[in-house]
């Protein structure tokens, strides 16, 4: 049995506009993106974020229950300034990381980033 030539035409054309939607779908999702990514806000509270999980990371971990059988010195507790600091560096590295990675979304879209990322029926077309 010949399945009819209109037939798998029909279902082609309709893939391939399907693929055309989701293609200026992607490209406006990527806008828009772009777009929330490079906030003040949403950068600053990136930076507050990963500062309290810096800070958090550098509290003492809990003992483990088991016993010990050598006799180890005891470990010197960091202080607290010494955790103030160690958050400070890593909310301060967070905040370089986010304005060179503002940075570089603004020159991809300087240099027509935009028009390279959207894609075409013709270019995603699997029929060929």
Do not use: H, N, Y
């Amino acid at each position: 049995m010949l399945i009819d030539e209109r037939t798998s035409r029909a279902a082609e054309s309709a893939v391939s506009a399907r693929k055309a939607v989701l293609a200026g779908q992607w490209a406006a999702m990527q806008s828009r993106l772009g777009d929330k990514i490079v906030e003040p806000s949403t950068l600053l509270t990136v930076a507050a974020v990963g500062g309290i999980l810096g800070w958090r990371g550098g509290a003492a971990k809990a003992a483990a229950a088991e016993t010990k059988t050598c006799e180890c010195p005891p470990r010197v507790k960091p202080s607290l300034i010494v955790g103030a600091f160690r958050s400070l560096a890593v909310a301060g590295l967070q905040v370089v990381a986010s304005i060179a990675s503002e940075e570089f979304v603004r020159t991809t879209r300087a240099r027509g980033g935009e028009a390279s990322g959207g894609a075409t029926a013709e270019a995603v077309d699997a029929s060929r």
